[in-house]
């Protein structure tokens, strides 16, 4: 079967870094997306890794490796405002997004 | 980025009325439109996947007759909640892709319908 997995739930301080880790076991793969959400609202893109290695979009940087099905997202610099879920997903050989349960992340000054 | 506007908002409606919500892509074409439901402190769970002029795939569980979707042309996918219930009460999220070479899933706003 698929499956997507991130932790549930962790804590930083603002002004800090924090690494949200992602593996998934997929049917094909055509790219990995990091989206931010806050409650009720809709998903925000963050980010789309489809080839190995990091990028690098401001305080925002993700990773990918394929052949170990893992990648990361790393937030410096964290401010409140970065209090959010943080949904991992995966696009499959039929361009459907596998979806992780998201990791809520809590900023405490 | 792309955009995509996705109507009503909110909704509140009777037990055992239908509600339509649109979602539309305003400045691309989209061949897929995803329908995903979202209940409180949970992640997306997709509803089903349409594709532009054929019939939509539901997941498993996800009942055809109850939540009709349409997408009839390549800006415009609609959901129809029929007969609706207050266990159908959630947040309703569209989202569309382009076809090939996809670099992001664009999302509408979403829509949190209240039956009561």
């Known amino acids: 079967g698929q499956n997507i997995d991130q932790p549930t739930e962790m804590t930083a301080t603002e002004g800090a870094i924090v690494q949200i880790n992602c593996t998934y076991q997929?049917?094909?793969?055509?790219?990995l997306f990091w989206y931010q959400q806050h409650a009720g609202e809709a998903p925000t893109f963050l980010s789309y890794?489809?080839l190995d290695g990091l990028e690098e979009k401001g305080r925002f940087s993700s990773f990918l490796s394929r052949s170990k099905g893992y990648s990361y997202l790393l937030l410096k610099e964290l401010q409140m405002k970065d209090s959010a879920s943080y949904l991992c997903?995966?696009?499959?050989?039929?361009?459907?997004?596998?979806w992780g349960a998201g990791t809520k992340l809590i900023i405490k000054p | 980025g792309a955009v995509v506007s996705q109507h009503p908002s909110r909704v509140i409606c009777k037990s055992g009325t239908s509600v339509k919500i649109e979602c539309r892509s305003l400045?691309?074409?989209?061949?897929?439109m995803f329908w995903y439901r979202q209940f409180p402190k949970q992640s997306l769970m997709l509803m089903a996947t349409?594709?532009?002029?054929?019939?939509?795939?539901?997941e498993q569980g996800v009942e055809k007759d109850k939540f009709l979707i349409n997408h009839a042309s390549l800006t415009l996918s609609t959901l129809t909640v029929t007969s609706a219930h207050p266990e159908d009460s959630s947040f309703y999220i569209c989202?569309?892709?382009?076809?090939?070479?996809?670099?992001?899933?664009?999302f509408g706003q979403g829509t949190r319908l209240t039956v009561v």
């Open positions: 989202s569309a892709i382009t076809g090939t070479g996809v670099t992001e899933a664009f």
């Open positions: 400045d691309f074409q989209a061949t897929t």
């Open positions: 349409s594709n532009e002029g054929s019939k939509a795939t539901y």
């Open positions: 997929t049917s094909g793969f055509n790219g």
């Open positions: 890794n489809v």
């Open positions: 997903a995966v696009m499959d050989s039929n361009y459907q997004l596998i």
